[in-house]
């Protein structure tokens, strides 16, 4: 997220280091966009937006005194925000396996179009498909989950998703090598499944 030249970073920090509520209020306000659309792109099952939103501001607030300086404030409260969405989805435990039963009549519909190589997808179809995506993600741990919503799903770089996440290029590349290849077994288990 590129500073808002408008808004005075570096006075609204100082104000907020001397417990200004006024200025923790401007700040949260400012972040607002970033941080909740960190959230909803990482959102764990069974967790509110809002809540999780408010964590990662709680967590920055606490831990402001940190702030060295030595990357953009913006970039800071990010990790802040992508990892504490990664806590959260460890805490979630796994279902042990994914089944045909547990997609939608829809999801399984588009799926069976994939299996047949049907090449005729409506709008419903792909927001159907998405959401199996999504479930088949959800199988996976939590960095794997990452790696895969930010390169593939956002169209990350791997300089961005090592910004990110503080991860280096090398450890994001192979991480997304493997969720890919975790990502295709879990769909030919279930394709298997299908057939039999």
Known sequence: MPEDESFDLPGCLARVRQSDQAAARELV??????????????????VLEEDLTQEIFMKMFTRIEQFQGSVPFSHWVSRIAVTTCIDHLRAQKRRPEFRWADL???EADVLDAVLTNDNEVTPDDALAAQELVGKLLAQLKPDDQLVIRLLDLEQKTIADISELTGWNGSLVKVRAFRARRKLRKLF???????RS
Do not use: F, N
Not at 29 to 46: A, F, G, N, W
């Open 188 to 194: 030919e288990t279930l394709e298997k499944k299908e």
């Open 29 to 46: 306000d400012h972040l607002y966009p970033m941080v909740v659309r960190i959230v909803r792109s990482h959102l764990p099952r069974r």
């Open 104 to 106: 939608s009549e829809q």
